[in-house]
Structures are given as C-alpha cells and as structure tokens.
C-alpha cells in the first residue's frame, strides 16, 4: 500500500441533503484524512471542463444541469491506497449495483444524482485536485510539538514557544 491523494465531490444533493457530515465521518472512519476542503457552486464553464472526458456522452448536457444545480463540497483525501478506498466507500456508479453500506448505496437517488464523485486513478486524481486546489488550499497533516495554550509558567522564566505570549 502507499499513501495517495484523492478528489471527492459532495455533490448538489448530497449538500442538499445535508449529507456533508455523515459522508465525511465514513472517510474519515476508514483512516482517510481531508487535507483540503472546499465549498463551491460550479459554473457552467467549470462543469464542463471537469466533465470533459464525458462531452460525446448522451448524458453530458444533464449531467453539467445537476452539477450546476446547488453548491457542492470539494474535498482531498489521503491515505493508504486512498483512490480505490474511497471508491469503495462510495459504490458503484448506478445505486442500484452499489454494495449496501456504501454511500450510493445509501442515499443516491438514480444513476445520475448519486450523492458523490471520486477520482477514478492516479493520473485523475493529480489533475482533478490541481483543478480544485491548484492555487493553494492543501493543508499537510503538521502539527507542532505543543498540547497547551497558554503554557504552563510555573517552574522557569523561559519561553518554551516562540508564538506564546509574553
Ligand atoms: P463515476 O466515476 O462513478 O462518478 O462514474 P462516471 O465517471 O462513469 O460518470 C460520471 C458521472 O456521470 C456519474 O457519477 C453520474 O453522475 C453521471 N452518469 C454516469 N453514467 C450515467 C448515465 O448512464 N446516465 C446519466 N443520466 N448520468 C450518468
């Protein structure tokens, strides 16, 4: 296994149904982390453009529709083989081929409003996440070394931190 980043979209009625919490506990349940996070209301360019490879499809004019139709929520994940663990959390394409307990599963309504979309390879998930987050928005999983704030002071005149107070 080795640690991958992902593209998930909450999308327009998976926000609608305010579904944002629950779908993020069940990644963040099965060890994947959000290392970015996003709320955006697609516009007709950008729908278009993130669904390019699916412009000869027969669907693609309703699919930009519903991905234009309410705000979505733009998320990166990552974790250990986190491209195909997230496919896995989120069922097949169709609800009704979906393993019961994934999310589409759960709560999509049809083939088309199926509640979230997710990087389908590595190659995918490079572009997609540049295309959500190529101007910065990325945050490691780095923490400093400290657990209090403000800090104990009883036993030294020293200042452990460089950003606490005086
Ligand atoms: P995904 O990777 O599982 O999201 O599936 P695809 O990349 O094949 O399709 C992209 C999205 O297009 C899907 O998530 C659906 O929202 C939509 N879609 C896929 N197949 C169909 C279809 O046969 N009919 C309609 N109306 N929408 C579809």
């Given at each position: 296994m080795s640690v991958e980043q992902a593209l998930s979209i909450i999308k327009p009625d998976g926000v609608q149904k305010n579904l944002v919490g629950e779908i993020v506990g069940r990644f963040e349940k099965a060890g994947l982390e959000i290392i970015a996070a996003r709320m955006i209301h697609l516009s007709r360019e950008q729908a278009e453009e993130f669904y390019t490879v699916h412009k000869e499809r027969p669907f693609f004019d309703d699919l930009i529709s519903y991905m234009m139709s309410g705000p979505v929520m733009v998320l990166v994940l990552q974790g250990d083989s986190a491209?195909?663990?997230?496919?896995?959390?989120?069922?097949?394409?169709?609800?009704?081929d979906a393993e019961p307990g994934t999310i589409r599963a759960d709560f999509a309504e049809s083939i088309e409003e199926n509640i979230v979309h997710g990087s389908d390879g590595p190659d995918t998930a490079l572009q997609e996440i540049a295309f959500f987050f190529g101007d910065g928005g990325i945050c490691p999983r780095t923490r400093q070394d400290c657990t209090k704030w403000p800090p104990a002071r009883s036993n030294s005149?020293?200042?452990?931190?460089?950003?606490w107070p005086v």
């Open positions: 491209i195909n663990a997230n496919r896995e959390i989120m069922g097949a394409t169709n609800p009704a005149n020293r200042r452990p931190h460089p950003m």
